[in-house]
């Protein structure tokens, strides 16, 4: 077996993603020691029954001491304030990365309060399901995705190919880019979409009560995918929009301009510019099968948990 690629990691927050990262660093043997810490007790009791670390404490600055890579795995509006409460107690030297699904505001809120002795590289993992806390942790969560860094163009390389090695020993694919390009790219890619699912779901929950029970009845023609977007966790969506405003903003306007073409052409009878769209986002659907970030299997690629090789551990 290999030397494992950090002595300590330090987990604060042990949520979904925490909880994923811990058990696929655990499995592959990439960190010697994991240390768990969360705000909550009942939370951090939970992580403890679940086996998710080796060390389990109440406070941040705790978890974090001796620590060589820290991963901050909180809602991105809490992240300021986690960064405030560990720096001052982070080793010389030591990684500090975060899972946020917003850079921008994520690298303003946390950078005031880091050392200038340890490297600060955040990232994102492209991952993740409806659920929440650590009981939703999967070893395979970051199986052949996508982790996005955004380190500052003054970051050391070393560590920024020590952090992709992480990632990579986590089975995922890692590319590195600015925190602003980050943020328009998941602009449409992954925060719209969610609010289209908000949107949608929310409108058929208004609908007068006899059309709402047909909805939920027929829901497997289309409308049961945007429940499933719609039901991810309020507060992290919630902080998303917050925190990454214009560049949700500059894609809702180029939304809505597309939305308002598509209205036209059923109001005037013209096939022809709905088929032309509709053949495109076929294409794009199946290049991104082709190039494994999905599957063709029918069900739109859902996975079936109660099959062993594919539940969750
Ligand atoms: P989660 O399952 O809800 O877990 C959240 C964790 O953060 C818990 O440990 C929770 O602690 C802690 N927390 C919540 N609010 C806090 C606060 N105000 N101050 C300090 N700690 C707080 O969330 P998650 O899905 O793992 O998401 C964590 C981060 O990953 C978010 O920044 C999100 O943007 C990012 N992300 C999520 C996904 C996804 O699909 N879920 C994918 C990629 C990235 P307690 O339980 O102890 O209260």
Known sequence: MTDPLFGKLALVGIGHIGASIALAARRGGVVGEIAISTRSPATLARAEELGLGDVYFADAADAVRGADLVIVCVPVGASGDVAKAIGPHLKAGA??????????SVVKAMAPHLPSAVHFIPGHPLAGTEHSGPDAGLVDL???RW??????????PAAVEKLMAFWRA??????AMSAEHHDLVLAITSH???LIAYNIVGTASDLES??????????ASGFRDFTRIAASDPTMWR???????EAVLEMLGRF?????TLTRAIRNGDGDTLFDLFTRTRAIRRSIVAIGQDTSAPDFGRRDHTKPDQAKT
């Open 147 to 156: 982790c996005v860094l955004t380190p500052a163009e003054t970051a050391d």
């Open 256 to 260: 809505n301009e597309d939305l308002a």
């Open 192 to 194: 719209l979409p969610h």
């Open 210 to 219: 006899g059309i709402r029970s047909e909805v939920l009845k027929f829901s």
């Open 95 to 104: 990684i500090v990365s975060d899972v946020g699904s917003v850079k921008v």
């Open 170 to 175: 986590l089975g995922a694919n890692v590319e």
């Open 239 to 245: 902080d998303v929009f917050l925190n990454n405003k």
């Open 142 to 144: 970051f199986q052949n």
